[in-house]
């Protein structure tokens, strides 16, 4: 959610931020023989494109996701009023204009005509109401919902002392006005994240729950079926606002655990049009194979290992600031990634606004953690009891990280127990109840801001703040950022904020992602921005194979 300045009533949304210069799209091929010029009808004609996912998705229902895998797939079968292109920039989607108030507090959209569902059904202004309430709604439990409490009678909704959200409104059939309390900067950039798709009011309302294992979007990409832990298959949606999808099928094949070496084999046997690089890769070797396309990019997202700090010993702020000093972070990243990754000092990746490149971290320092340990009462490590980590991914890189971890912490006097579980499902569960003491987890910006990550995961009372971390001070900031109307004194706020939080050390911040993928010789028109997998258009990608 960075600044941006008020938008006319204009085609084509907004001009790009400044500040999101560096997420720049990476048109796969761009140059290359990966996209052509030549003339597409019939390239793709009754093509099928096959892509791995790490893990079954928990739901489909957009408003419920909690995790890329859902994302990754809803993504393709749900339109929002509003999308991310290629650089990030904000671009029409089911809204073909919006303009807002001098006071940035009151927002139009007008949705363009004849956008439809996929069962037949026109998309209606009252649809759009009802999708953005359910966010809301606390029955729901969508992880979005702070991001649209600034709506105007949204926390009145929420804790049931109003019936509707008196902020949103259906004007008539095809206009919705959305009225804020505050001018978060920029509202609009809200209405792009996955969570806020539209979705059919009568469905589902008829449907419960339900709705998220047989979803129904306007989305350039039919749901088909979902198989559990075998794969999901998406049809092509002829009927879509922006024309039909070049690809006539989408299937998503499942490999429960993230399994990368087992995604390489099948894509390198042609079972799969893409592919991550498998641990351990030598990737020049690799991009050069049967001329596969290799991409990298910079990702807006944090990998760290998070501490539940409200069970004993973590709740000991020393003791998880002697985890953080005793684990070698940088020569795991050489050793096992190969330097692929880059180090987190902090919270905030590179490129986002408020990222400080003076954030020293903390630096390796064996003596310190056994120095933090003697001062919180455990000399030696007596005393300490070994420390549950846990994991949903069970890959060979992992699994030698664990084991570099464990050496570096025992060292310290700190002994760990390593526990994997492989369903995405159930591993997530325990960490949203808070029964994980220590749990490794990715963080990938729903909205490329700072506000998304601090706000997101260290607020007292959001949603995804799976920590139970609270600190009165970081709250006041955080909010005091929020509606900061000048871009450097959110800066000055968001990194007063994260220092305080690295202080606390509620997690230990590992790496920050690089996008890195293979594509098969024969895929074209991929586009990849700063938002990774889940937001690729594959509506736009088309095979030319050979003849």
């Excluded at 420390?387 to 002994?415: P, T």
Aim: aromatic letters at 10%.
């Amino acid at each position: 959610m960075v600044g941006t300045s008020h938008l006319t009533r204009k085609k084509g949304g907004v001009t790009p931020p400044v500040l999101l210069g560096w997420l720049l799209a990476v048109l796969v091929g761009a140059g290359s023989p990966l996209v052509s010029a030549q003339d597409l009808n019939g390239a793709s004609a009754g093509s099928a494109y096959r892509r791995p996912l790490g893990h079954d998705p928990k739901t489909l229902d957009p408003a419920r996701i909690s995790d890329i895998y859902s994302l990754s797939v809803s993504q393709q079968i749900f339109d929002g009023l509003v999308q991310f292109d290629q650089t990030l920039a904000i671009k029409p989607a089911l809204a073909e204009f919006w303009r807002a108030s001098r006071d940035g507090l009151t927002w139009t959209f007008d949705l363009r005509k004849g956008a439809k569902f996929h069962h037949g059904r026109e998309v209606t202004a009252d649809d759009v109401v009802y999708s953005l309430t359910r966010i809301v709604d606390p029955k729901t439990r969508s992880g979005a919902a702070d991001l649209f409490l600034a709506v105007k009678g949204a926390r009145e909704f929420r804790e049931r002392r109003a019936r509707t959200v008196s902020g949103l409104v259906a004007l008539d059939r095809n206009t919705v006005q959305v009225t804020l309390d505050e001018a978060l900067a920029p509202f609009v950039a809200v209405l792009a994240v996955g969570h806020a798709k539209i979705v059919p009011r009568d469905l589902v309302e008829a449907q419960g729950e339900a709705f998220g294992v047989h979803p129904i979007g306007s989305g350039p990409f039919r749901f088909l079926v979902w198989e559990r832990g075998k794969e999901i298959v998406l049809t092509a949606n002829a009927e879509h606002f922006d024309g039909p999808p070049k690809l006539a099928r989408l299937t998503f094949r499942i490999f429960p655990g993230d399994q990368r070496d087992a995604m390489h084999d099948e894509f390198l046997k042609g079972g799969l049009e893409d592919a991550p690089l498998p641990p351990r890769a030598d990737r020049q070797a690799l991009a050069a194979a049967a001329g596969h396309i290799y991409v990298r990019r910079p990702m807006s997202s944090v990998r760290f290992y998070g501490f539940n700090t409200r069970t004993k010993p973590l709740s000991d702020r020393r003791v998880r600031q002697a985890i953080v000093h005793a684990i070698d972070r940088e020569a795991i990243i050489q050793n096992v990634y190969f330097g692929q990754h880059t180090l987190a000092r902090g919270i905030l990746p590179p490129g986002t606004l408020g990222f400080n490149p003076r954030l020293a971290g903390y630096p390796y320092d064996p003596q310190k953690a056994r120095d933090l340990l003697a001062q919180a009462g455990y000399p030696g490590g007596r005393g300490l009891p070994p420390l549950a980590v846990w994991s949903s991914v069970k890959r060979n890189d992992v699994v030698l990280e664990h084991e570099q971890i464990k050496k570096s912490l025992a060292a310290a006097g700190i002994a760990v127990e390593i526990h994997y579980d492989t369903n995405w499902v159930s591993f997530s569960k325990m960490v949203d109840e808070g029964k994980l003491p220590i749990f490794l987890w990715a963080w990938y910006a729903d909205v490329p801001d700072p506000d998304n990550f601090l706000t997101k995961l260290f607020q007292s009372r959001s949603a995804r703040n799976f920590f139970g971390y609270a600190n009165a001070v970081v709250d006041d900031l955080l909010a005091s950022a929020r509606t900061a109307g000048d871009p450097q004194r959110r800066v000055e706020l968001y990194r007063r904020a994260e220092q305080l939080i690295l202080e606390d050390a509620p997690i230990v911040p590992f790496f920050h992602h690089t996008y890195e993928r293979l594509f098969q010789p024969y895929v074209r028109s991929v586009e990849v921005n700063g938002l990774g997998d889940p937001y690729i258009p594959f509506r736009k990608i088309w095979l030319e194979r050979s003849r």
